[in-house]
């Protein structure tokens, strides 16, 4: 379950907020696509749903927990043990491998993983052959496959995933789409901001965004639903 009542949130020089007064809510497992033009103010709601930007105003639950009420120390675990990320810039330490990339969270948190685990999830994303390799001798397709690897291995309740697919091609790009869906699927609840009709046509819920507010939210659409939803509502999407 994830909340947001009225959240706000301003940016530096800037007298229109980013955010202003978004309000949503998201029960249970599934994919839910943020679409809308640039400047929408999808990556702010992301970030602030997500635990990663305090917003200026309104309330933020995750389970039932109001994630900025916590202090920094009790937030930071919370996310940990609770949500997954996934973003264009893959953040991966460039200096380790493969493997010690996806086993860094629970090296952190001071948590085991099963070795079969991780060979498990390596070899479903074709890296277990690469799994000694450094991170920055992969293609960013791998790279975002290594990512998508370290975050499935938390078994998280919620994954956010900005533009996970930005910088992909078509074979990467179906990849992720694919492991997003069954992780939905399979009882995950999956937040992902998008520019691409067709990756937000995969979605069960879809949150259309301008100028910082949510103009509306759906179910599932096709892709020419999509389209016609922002022409209504002034923006457009890739097709």
Known sequence: MIQASQVVKMAGGQQAPVLGGCSLE????????????????????????????????GYVGINGTDIYSLSDEKRTRFLRDNVSFVFQ????????TVEENVRLPHALARKRVDSSAVEDVLSRFGLWEKRAARVSTLSGGEQQRAALC???????SVIFAD???GAL?????????????????????????T??????????????MRDGVIAQTTGRLSVDQILHTMARLGGGLHA
């Open 195 to 208: 520019h691409d009709v067709e990756s937000a046509a995969l979605a069960d819920r879809i949150v259309f």
């Open 150 to 156: 370290r975050a499935i291995l938390m078994r998280p």
């Open 89 to 96: 810039q893959y953040n991966l330490i460039g200096y380790l």
């Open 26 to 57: 998201l029960g249970g497992s599934g994919l839910t696509a943020v679409v809308g033009p640039s400047g929408a103010g999808k990556t702010s709601l992301l970030y602030c749903l997500s635990g990663l930007d305090r917003p200026d105003q």
């Open 169 to 193: 091609d078509t074979a990467n790009t179906d990849i992720v789409l694919r492991v997003l869906r069954d992780l939905a699927d399979q009882g995950c609840s999956v937040v992902m901001v």
């Open 163 to 165: 533009e996970p697919t």
